[in-house]
């Protein structure tokens, strides 16, 4: 046997050796894209389903937010910056 048929069965026996281990790694990565996919579409599912409520309930924060700061400005600036020095604490 010479070393070029060596060299060949080496490689054959190598690359034997490697198919299971690439193909169970290809399966498992298409079962994983394969999951992936479905909590994409279960969540713009469940977006779709819920976005007026979500939007909803966005608006009725913000409006609730303008109120309490138009009842209370002064108490509003307080609380605003006190909030503006704990993140200042915390970033530094």
Same mark, same amino acid.
Do not use: F
């Given at each position: 046997?010479?070393?070029?048929?060596?060299?060949?069965?080496?490689? &054959?026996?190598?690359? =034997? /050796?490697? $198919?299971?281990?690439? #193909?169970?790694?290809?399966?498992?990565? +298409?079962?994983?894209?394969? *999951?992936?996919?479905?909590?994409?579409?279960?969540?713009?599912?469940?977006?779709?389903?819920?976005? &007026?409520?979500?939007? =909803? /309930?966005? $608006?009725?924060?913000? #409006?609730?937010?303008?109120?309490?700061? +138009?009842?209370?400005?002064? *108490?509003?600036?307080?609380?605003?910056?006190?909030?503006?020095?704990?993140?200042?604490?915390?970033?530094?």
């Amino acid at each position: 046997m010479n070393m070029h048929e060596t060299m060949s069965d080496t490689a &054959d026996t190598a690359v =034997a /050796k490697a $198919k299971p281990v690439i #193909d169970r790694i290809s399966t498992m990565a +298409s079962t994983a894209a394969d *999951k992936a996919y479905g909590m994409k579409t279960q969540a713009k599912d469940w977006v779709a389903e819920h976005g &007026d409520q979500l939007s =909803a /309930k966005q $608006k009725q924060l913000v #409006d609730d937010a303008a109120g309490y700061i +138009s009842a209370n400005p002064l *108490k509003s600036i307080g609380v605003a910056v006190l909030a503006a020095l704990v993140v200042g604490r915390l970033m530094k």
